[in-house]
């Protein structure tokens, strides 16, 4: 930003008093609730408060240094607004979101301070972990502190991904193939090797979480087996089911 006096459009030796009522008269013209345009507004008020700080600048420190204007202050200033400067405002808030929605990304909407935002969620995001959104509401910086809810199928270890898959008891003991739905709903062909334990996890590579501060870094998918008798056992099979155990024993 400029002189902040031109900005305010009063002389360099106005008072703070001055500035005020500048200040005053230019926000109720470019106040974004009355149609104004909000970066202007933001600039006419960063540049009453830069003003009210040189002065306590001069009230505070006039001794240490030769003053004699209030253009003196503001060079002096300028040198060391670093020091002087506010942090800028943002807003903090918490949200919820499937595990679909943290790996997928893709549009969100929430409600803050009494208005609906649209954003975009980037890929790929972890349980607690806070994304920085840019220039929302008013132009303020929004972090949001993201919370995975909990899912019966999909499950987010680091990058890998797991996923519980249901399948019948008798083709763990043959073996068999069966289709697997992705989490971004591609269909991947995945063997079963006869004698295959209950709660198995079958790896597949490549297949996890892209590491956004590593685009070469991926995790893998792990599928759990979880085995499921069927309601309905053929009288055959059930006999034979009965004999085998009998001579397990």
Avoid at 233 to 243: E, G
Wanted: hydrophobic share 35%; proline share 4%.
């Amino acid at each position: 930003m400029g002189n902040p006096y031109s900005v305010l459009k009063i002389p360099n030796t106005s008072s703070v008093a001055d500035a005020k009522k500048a200040y005053k008269k230019l926000a109720n013209i470019h106040h974004p609730d009355k149609g104004g345009d909000i970066e202007k507004f933001k600039e006419i008020k960063n540049a009453y408060e830069q003003i009210k700080q040189v002065t306590k600048v001069n009230t505070t420190q006039s001794g240490h240094h030769n003053f004699k204007t209030q253009e003196d202050i503001y060079n002096y200033y300028k040198q060391y607004a670093h020091v002087y400067a506010k942090p800028n405002p943002v807003i903090k808030v918490s949200a919820s979101i499937s595990v679909k929605k943290a790996v997928l990304g893709g549009e969100y909407t929430l409600a803050i301070q009494n208005n609906y935002i649209t954003i975009t969620l980037p890929k790929n995001i972890h349980n607690l972990e806070v994304v920085k959104f840019p220039k929302q509401l008013n132009a303020i910086d929004l972090y949001i502190k993201f919370t995975i809810i909990k899912d019966n199928v999909w499950e987010i270890k680091n990058n890998d991904l797991y996923k519980t898959e249901d399948i019948n008891v008798f083709k763990l003991i043959t073996g068999t193939s069966i289709n697997v739905e992705t989490i971004d709903d591609k269909t991947i062909k995945v063997k079963i090797p006869k004698n295959t334990q209950c709660n198995t996890k079958l790896k597949i590579q490549q297949q996890g979480i892209t590491d956004r501060s590593n685009l070469l870094k991926k995790g893998d998918l792990y599928i759990i087996l979880n085995p499921i008798i069927p309601n309905k056992i053929s009288v055959p099979l059930f006999n034979t089911i009965q004999q085998e155990i009998q001579e397990l024993k």
